[in-house]
């Protein structure tokens, strides 16, 4: 299994390392916030934890600001904890949330509306 070479050296970073579908592109890890940023099936992906919750969002635009809807095809965000949990949360569990969102943003993608003038 190919690693990023992250510190968590974890099963969940290997299967998104190994996912064709799936690149590491910038900022991953960090603390108060912990962000993964990164690409799959050619869409723009950031997840950001931070105080009392996380988010994911994904997107057409290579960066972009998360806030803009006009440029998200995809959000999920949860509660974590209390405040300021998530910001503090493990690399590894955020490494699952992202996993787990992207196989509900792919089981979505065929059903997401038509944005920016073309079709997913």
Known sequence: MKSRGLPTGSEVEA???NDPGFEWDGIVGGEVPV??????DGFFGYFRARGGGWSLVIS???????ADASVVIFK????FGDWPDAGYM???QALRF???SISVFRKLQPT????LGTDL
């Open 15 to 17: 299967r998104l390392t």
């Open 35 to 40: 962000v993964v940023e990164f690409i799959v």
């Open 60 to 66: 057409r635009v290579q960066d972009f600001d998360p």
């Open 76 to 79: 999920i965000e949860s509660l």
């Open 90 to 92: 493990a690399l590894e």
């Open 98 to 100: 992202v996993e787990n």
């Open 112 to 115: 997401l509306p038509k944005q």
